[in-house]
């Protein structure tokens, strides 16, 4: 008796009758309205001017949620049409050129919590999709050797290499792209790659390394 009683009042519920799920409904909507609206604004009056303060170049109809956190000295081009959701992180690193590039070509989208480290060029195509927490960099951070480490020395230029991701590529979500990689038009990256070396144009890959699993044509 007490198990039932206990397991009723757990499942218990007050009632709902209509004119109160209307008055909730109309509440609900109208809280939804007002943070869309103030979302709005707040990118229209104080996103949008500080990223296009901050880049070299953006080009229309940006779509930007939040301020990107931009760590470091280099050069930002943003194409047209393109959406960054959520917050990113752009780091740029001295180890190799003195104006590192990270670029991202028209109506491509980059997803909430990507970031991007590089020491010499991220260039993402047009219409590519970029997965929520993705991360790519063009170099090795630290050098290997441990000595070379504690010493503080910089990454030698066997140690960095750009990236360049081709036009219509979908990256999934939480994948790594690490430095020298190039990956063809079309592509589709697995959910949770990591991607160490070149990807063919109209490919799926996927995995740790990633590798081709299915040519699309």
Known sequence: MIKKLVLRT????????LPVRITIRLIYKLGVLLAETWRFVFKL?????????VAEQVGARLRIERIPYI???????????????????????????SMPE????DKSFIGDECAFNTADHIR?????????QTRIQDHDGHPIDADR???GDKLG???????????????APRTIILKGVQIGENTVIGAGSV???????DSVAAGNPARVIKKLR
């Open 10 to 17: 757990l499942s218990a519920g007050l009632p709902c009758p």
């Open 45 to 53: 009056l104080i996103v949008e001017p500080v990223f296009r303060s």
């Open 71 to 97: 760590r470091g000295r280099g050069r930002i081009i943003v194409g047209s049409d393109v959406y960054i959701s959520g917050k990113i992180a752009i780091g740029f690193s001295s180890h190799g050129s």
């Open 102 to 105: 990270f670029i991202v070509g």
């Open 124 to 132: 993402i195509g047009k219409e590519c999709l970029i997965g929520g």
């Open 149 to 151: 480490r504690r010493r």
């Open 157 to 171: 230029p066997a140690e960095i290499g750009g990236v360049v991701i081709g036009d219509g590529v979908w990256i």
């Open 195 to 201: 991607v160490v070396g070149d990807i063919p144009a």
